[in-house]
């Protein structure tokens, strides 16, 4: 049975004195003493208190890993890893895992995830441009007609156009 920390504290010997004489393993007819009861009921307590801790320590941790897998938000960024499910691959090998394991194994995600996000951030004028270009195409044909046709204006606004736009969204040095 699972004890909280509190309920240990409170337990008493003879909330579990069944459990205490079978660890005496008295010899038939044999009575435990008094002091021997207690010692081992000590003894009982504290192996209660380690676990317990060790318990509490474990779920710590392994909550520490959730959060920094909670802390990659677009989780799909990581498919790139050969991962096609992100959540059950962090449940496996993270949770699942020996704590050298699971760290060695999130930190790896953690990485990649940093890479990719920051190779995402870094072309954002790229895709800006491209976005802002999307919206003139539908002029280029009658652009390229009205020139054909001896009248560049329309041509040249087009390019006026396309020249703010790559000023407005500048390629980084």
Known sequence: MNYTLEQIEQLKL?????????RLELEEGEEATEEQLQAEFEAYKAELIEA????????????ALKERFELMPDHGRIQGMGIQNPAKHFIDNVLGAEPEAAEAELSRMEAHY???????????WLRNREAEY????????????????????????YLAIRAQIKLDNPKPE
């Open 14 to 22: 003879e909330d579990v004195e069944s459990i205490i004489l079978m």
């Open 52 to 63: 317990e801790e060790a318990r509490l320590a474990e779920i710590a941790r392994l909550d």
């Open 114 to 124: 940093k890479e990719v996000s920051d190779k995402f951030e870094s072309e954002s």
């Open 134 to 157: 999307a919206k003139i195409d539908v002029m280029l044909m009658e652009a390229i007609a009205e020139k054909e046709a001896g009248r560049p204006e329309k041509m040249e606004a």
